[in-house]
């Protein structure tokens, strides 16, 4: 389930999830950092794309920052050690104690087996660290692209099926006008870092602005 997400109405995205999350969802940047997001919700606290029950809405790309919960990668040294641990969310509701979902007779996926970390947890790290080279990579291409001076302030007005008129601040998009006007260098230094996935794929999911907007109108009728 994923009940945790049901206020967010914008998640973290890395490029490697791009071209599969454009189909539901604009992209867009925010913060001084320029994170690129996932726009799920058209007001603060709501997640269009989550019901009441956790699930989510199908068939809409699950962005791998929801699916990697309740698992998380933390500096294991404090202090920016560069050291990473793999952490659980222990209020969760994926987690419980052994004892309680045998009594449960639910299915267990226990963390260890004595000392040794189980295959679940095995995946989970290995999702988990790829998660974070990807969340590296795709900052590094963000810090490129803010280099060349493509980032704009934007603001947008959303127009719902019935009619009530949302107005969206606070987030960056890519200026396609100064994007064509890159010099032959300057793109080619895109293509080399892998950029221009990212920016090609930002461009397109401004399509799912419509994607978002159905479904306001079935949260609301649901």
């Known amino acids: 389930a994923f009940s945790f997400t049901r206020a967010a109405h914008a998640l973290p995205v890395v490029t490697g999830e791009m071209p599969a999350a454009m189909r539901s969802y604009p992209i867009v940047f925010v913060g001084p950092g320029n994170q690129p997001v996932v726009i799920t919700g058209l007001r603060q606290g709501e997640n269009l794309f989550v019901d009441r029950d956790g699930q989510w809405a199908k068939p809409h790309y699950i962005p791998a920052y929801a699916r990697r919960y309740p698992f998380i990668l933390a500096d294991d040294g404090g202090q920016g050690s560069g050291r990473l641990a793999l952490c659980v969310d222990r ?132």
């Open 91 to 222: 209020a969760s509701d994926r987690v419980v104690e052994q004892a309680a979902a045998t009594e449960r007779g639910g299915k267990v996926a226990p963390f260890f087996a004595g000392t040794e970390a189980t295959e679940t947890t095995k995946q989970a790290l290995a999702f988990c660290n790829q998660y974070q080279m990807d969340f590296a990579a795709t900052h590094a291409m963000v810090d490129q692209i803010a280099g060349h001076g493509l980032f704009v302030e934007r603001r947008s007005t959303v127009t719902l099926e019935n009619g009530e008129v949302l107005n969206l601040t606070d987030f960056k998009i890519i200026d396609e006008d100064a994007f064509n006007r890159l010099s032959d260098d300057a793109f080619l230094d895109l293509r080399k870092s892998g950029a221009l996935t990212l920016v090609y794929c930002h461009l397109a999911s401004t399509n799912s602005w419509s994607s978002v907007i159905h479904q306001a109108a079935l949260y609301k009728a649901g």
